[in-house]
């Protein structure tokens, strides 16, 4: 599956790894040893992968380090940009966010809400 390296390197840079799988199934990731999975597989019916409108999954990052490398990551495998690190004040006070593509166009944004680093 193409986007699992694009993966790999942006979770990776959020403290996310890929979890064990047997060859040939799709690729899972966690943070730590429990908590939410994320799976990078095709859809159950077939049909080809569609973007969601308005939709984008966030993932909370530590420090606004781990912000500005998942979006570097993101871009240097692929991706594109859709909002470059930066604090974003009309969400709150310390909301430090990123928002990018992934190669099939799904949103993600990471966010840091800590004060600066």
Request: charged share 20%; proline share 8%; hydrophobic share 35%.
């Amino acid at each position: 599956m193409r986007a699992g390296g694009f993966y790999d390197a942006v979770l990776g840079a959020l403290g996310w790894s890929r979890l064990p799988k047997p060859a040939g199934k799709p690729p899972a990731y966690r943070k730590g040893a429990s908590g939410p999975v994320i799976y990078v597989q095709h859809p159950f019916d077939g049909q080809p992968a569609t973007v969601g409108n308005g939709s984008h999954l966030a993932l909370v990052a530590e420090t606004r380090e781990m912000v500005r490398a998942f979006h570097q990551q993101a871009l240097a495998q692929g991706g594109s940009d859709e909002g470059e690190p930066g604090l974003r004040p009309h969400y709150a006070d310390n909301y430090y966010a990123c928002y990018v593509r992934d190669i099939d166009g799904n949103k993600l944004q990471a966010v840091c809400y800590a004060e600066g680093d």
